[in-house]
């Protein structure tokens, strides 16, 4: 149940059933945002709080956000858009959806035991998995929403995402221009993109063996309480 990836780590689907494609309405967002002047900030804040929550392609807007804003201040609006998105989706997942996904897992030791590893190291758990590339992050924030993690370690957590943030602004303000954005024209930095793989890869290797060992001891502490349990209630008998 831990996924995730820094807001531009990963594309997300680009076409659904109905023909609507994503990348094109967000770059066509993006065009429109530009033109916007001042307000242009909020505004595009707002659409990534709603591309979050809604299953959008975030790494369009990241990436755009390097040729609207520039690398600094694109890096700040989308830390802040994808930060309260990531939460809205959260409290959905926990406050929404909970029930139905608390029945589909009951009787599941394995994930109780895994939900409580989670909430008692949820910080260091969220901050190396918003690290990670290899999870979804728009996925992984509902996913949180049914564990034990903390609304308080959850959004701590987020500050792992900079790393990755900044970065992808970068390379998207190579484009200079949003119409290459998230296409085979898009110019990009060998360099940067061996370093968002190395970083990626540390993370993985990290939140790997951090939450295998995690779990396991709380395995290993549910089937000692467990045995416990039952001698007591052998010598009450």
């Known amino acids: 149940m831990i996924f995730t990836a820094a807001p531009a780590w990963g594309q997300e689907a680009t076409q659904n059933t109905s023909g609507f494609h994503p990348q094109l309405w967000l770059r066509n967002a993006l065009q429109w945002i530009d033109s916007l002047g001042a307000v242009g900030a909020l505004a595009f804040i707002l659409l990534y709080i709603i591309a979050t929550v809604a299953f959008l392609p975030g790494s369009i807007l990241t990436l755009g956000a390097g040729v609207v804003f520039g690398v600094v201040m694109g890096s700040v609006y989308v830390f802040i ?13 926990r406050y ?4 139905w996904v608390a029945k589909k897992i009951a009787g599941n030791a394995k994930f109780r035991a895994i939900d409580e590893a989670v909430g008692r190291e949820g910080l260091k758990i969220v901050l190396l998995t918003r690290l990670s590339p290899i999870f979804p992050f728009n996925l992984l924030n509902y996913a949180y929403g049914v564990t034990g993690v903390s609304l308080k370690d959850y959004f701590l957590g987020s500050v792992g995402m900079i790393p990755g943030t900044i970065m992808y602004v970068y390379i998207g303000s190579l484009a200079g221009n949003i119409a290459t ?10 360099g940067v993109q061996w370093a968002i793989r190395i970083i990626g890869l540390i993370a993985t290797v990290a939140v ?9 001891q709380a395995l290993e502490e549910q089937v000692l309480q467990s045995t416990e349990n039952h001698e007591n209630k052998e010598v009450n008998n």
Do not use: E, H, M, W
């Open 96 to 99: 929404l959806a909970r029930g």
């Open 81 to 93: 858009g994808a930060t309260i998105g990531a939460t809205a989706a959260f409290l959905v997942g």
């Open 208 to 216: 790997t063996i951090y939450v295998t060992k995690v779990a396991r």
């Open 181 to 190: 954005i998230g296409t085979d024209s898009q110019p990009d930095n060998p």
